[in-house]
T-cell receptor, first 112, second 112 residues
Framework: DGGITQSPKYLFRKEGQNVTLSCEQNLNHDAMYWYRQDPGQGLRLIYYSQIVNDFQKGDIAEGYSVSREKKESFPLTVTSAQKNPTAFYLC???????????FGSGTQLSVL | RKEVEQDPGPFNVPEGATVAFNCTYSNSASQSFFWYRQDCRKEPKLLMS???SGNEDGRFTAQLNRASQYISLLIRDSKLSDSATYLCVVNIRYNQGGKLIFGQGTELSVKP
């Protein structure tokens, strides 16, 4: 079955540590996105990529980094510079343009 | 003013009630529109796309008013299983692609 796979489902970060969230899709979608969701709030865009080897900052990119070396994969690194990383992280993809968005099941990141 | 604004919730309704959600958007370059449903701590799932002529899917009806820049979602004969947060999503033409803007969500609670 085609879809988007995020891992891990739960992740704990120690202070000063970088952690990487995985996102893989086999939908052959060009565009991929990372969102952050805090309790009771909407989704905020961290980074997005419309094509392999290219990505753009979203509204809250500080303290995060991404890469897009393969069409299928768009990992997100939460760096130690992100002082408040506890949140629900959602990866999404779509074919492009005006198409609808498909989401992974999310990663809950917490700070130890 | 936020780019996409939804009715503040929560909406608490009895089973069988009809409930309507509204969403306004500010960018006239908005091209496509969607309603997503999100259950607690899960990923958003597409409920329906919104077409200019309006569209219906069972108990759900979506309307778009481009002149007034709002979209609506009507749920008839509410079920307990409709309890969730409903997200309005607007796609804006941006950089040869599209930029998706999410509303903050409206929570619906259907009671027996």
């Amino acid at each position: 079955d085609g879809g988007i796979t995020q891992s891990p489902k739960y992740l704990f970060r120690k202070e000063g540590q970088n952690v990487t969230l995985s996102c893989e899709q086999n939908l052959n979608h060009d565009a991929m996105y990372w969102y952050r969701q805090d309790p009771g709030q909407g989704l905020r865009l961290i980074y997005y990529s419309q094509i392999v080897n290219d990505f753009q900052k979203g509204d809250i990119a500080e303290g995060y980094s991404v890469s897009r070396e393969k069409k299928e994969s768009f990992p997100l690194t939460v760096t130690s510079a992100q002082k408040n990383p506890t949140a629900f992280y959602l990866c999404a993809s779509r074919r492009g343009g005006n198409e609808k968005l498909f989401f992974g099941s999310g990663t809950q990141l917490s700070v130890l | 003013r936020k780019e996409v604004e939804q009715d503040p919730g929560p909406f608490n309704v009895p089973e069988g009630a009809t409930v309507a959600f509204n969403c306004t958007y500010s960018n006239s370059a908005s091209q496509s529109f969607f309603w997503y449903r999100q259950d607690c701590r899960k990923e958003p799932k597409l409920l329906m796309s919104v077409y200019s002529s309006g569209n219906e899917d069972g108990r759900f009806t979506a309307q778009l008013n481009r002149a007034s820049q709002y979209i609506s979602l009507l749920i008839r004969d509410s079920k307990l299983s409709d309890s969730a947060t409903y997200l309005c999503v607007v796609n804006i033409r941006y950089n040869q692609g599209g930029k998706l803007i999410f509303g903050q969500g409206t929570e619906l609670s259907v009671k027996p």
